[in-house]
């Protein structure tokens, strides 16, 4: 499907998708489960979950927008790039060369 070969493709996904999975082992590892909320039955442990829920959405939808923001920004780049023959001359390359 694509000219890249498959040692840079892989390291290149790996690298993209190590900080997602950093946050989710982060985050697996340090939310508290219902179960222990509900043995302790403290406003204090309803409060810490309830913090941890919303600084993960919160986290996950930051992760989301700048991934938004990133794709946008390279899609403009891509767009400038292949317009930039047009605006150069101003027609589109034909391939005939005019002396």
Do not use: W
Request: hydrophobic share 45%; aromatic share 6%; charged share 15%.
């Amino acid at each position: 499907m694509t000219e890249l070969p498959l040692p840079s493709y892989l390291l290149a996904s790996s690298a993209g998708l190590l900080p997602t999975q950093l946050l989710n082992s982060y985050l697996g590892t340090t939310l508290r489960t219902m179960e222990d909320v509900i043995a302790e039955q403290t406003v204090s442990g309803y409060v810490v979950f309830c913090l941890q829920v919303i600084i993960s959405i919160g986290l996950m939808f930051y992760v989301v927008h700048r991934a938004q923001v990133e794709l946008k920004a390279a899609l403009v780049t891509c767009e400038v790039e292949l317009e930039a023959p047009l605006v150069s001359s101003g027609q589109p390359d034909s391939g005939i060369d005019v002396v």
